[in-house]
């Protein structure tokens, strides 16, 4: 146990709708990072928040959004669903802004767009 | 740019042979290399890291990976492997600066057959 949780662990929806993707860290971490896992781009890194501030964004699309609450949990939304939009989120935890160490996964989120 | 790049997408391997796991990087300033491992339906689990010093480095279930700057390599090696380590395997790379994000390779299956 990574201690990150991630809700929900699995989500199907249609073409144009709109999901929210839920992590709380592992207590006393300030970074939140999100990845996008599928077959075809692999591990591909969205966004990370440090202490409820935006780090570093990557391959993020307009229609995703993301935040950190005042608590640390974060939040990926995710809008105008396609079927590509259809793999697998992580969130990660890193004590610090700066990976010196090491991220903790959580068991990921299973999107499936139908 | 900077990237990561796995050389091989599948190693099969029988049970107590020895493996090496292919990983290159291209980079202009200074990284940190790390090896993680997913087995099925679970989140990623760091494996070991390099951050400075003595090029080889331990990690855990007996894996070890030698970081070689001149080949900007980072292989990861096993001297006998056990079914339980077939999974999968991603190299990754942290690029100096101030964002703790990870830039992963494709990954590696890892097939130990008996």
């Known amino acids: 146990d990574s201690g990150v949780t991630q809700t929900p662990k699995h989500l199907i929806t249609a073409t144009g709708q709109r999901v929210t993707l839920r992590c709380s860290p592992r207590s006393g971490d300030l970074s939140v990072y999100w990845y996008q896992q599928s077959l075809d781009q692999g591990l591909q890194f969205l966004i990370q928040?440090?202490?409820?501030?935006?780090?570093a964004k990557g391959n993020i699309l307009e229609r995703f959004s993301a935040q950190q609450f005042p608590d640390l949990h974060s939040e990926l939304n995710l809008s105008s669903l396609e079927l590509g939009d259809s793999a697998l989120y992580f969130c990660?935890?890193?004590?610090?802004?700066?990976?010196?160490?090491?991220?903790?996964f959580g068991e990921g989120s299973r999107l499936t767009v139908l | 740019a900077q990237s990561v790049t796995q050389l091989d997408s599948q190693v099969p391997v029988f049970e107590e042979a020895p493996v090496e796991l292919r990983c290159n990087y291209s980079?202009?300033?200074?990284?940190?290399l790390f090896w993680y491992v997913q087995y099925p339906n679970q989140g990623l689990q760091l494996l070991l890291k390099y951050l400075s010093g003595s090029t080889l480095v331990k990690g855990i279930n007996g894996f070890e990976a030698e970081f070689n700057k001149s080949q900007t390599s980072f292989h990861l090696r096993k001297p006998s492997v056990h079914i339980s380590d077939t999974a999968e395997y991603f190299c990754?790379?942290?690029?100096?600066?101030?964002?703790?994000?990870?830039?992963f390779g494709q990954g590696t299956t890892l097939q130990v057959k008996p």
């Open positions: 980079s202009s300033v200074s990284v940190y």
């Open positions: 928040y440090y202490n409820g501030e935006e780090r």
């Open positions: 990660a935890s890193s004590v610090g802004a700066r990976n010196t160490g090491e991220l903790f």
């Open positions: 990754a790379v942290s690029f100096s600066g101030n964002t703790g994000k990870l830039i």
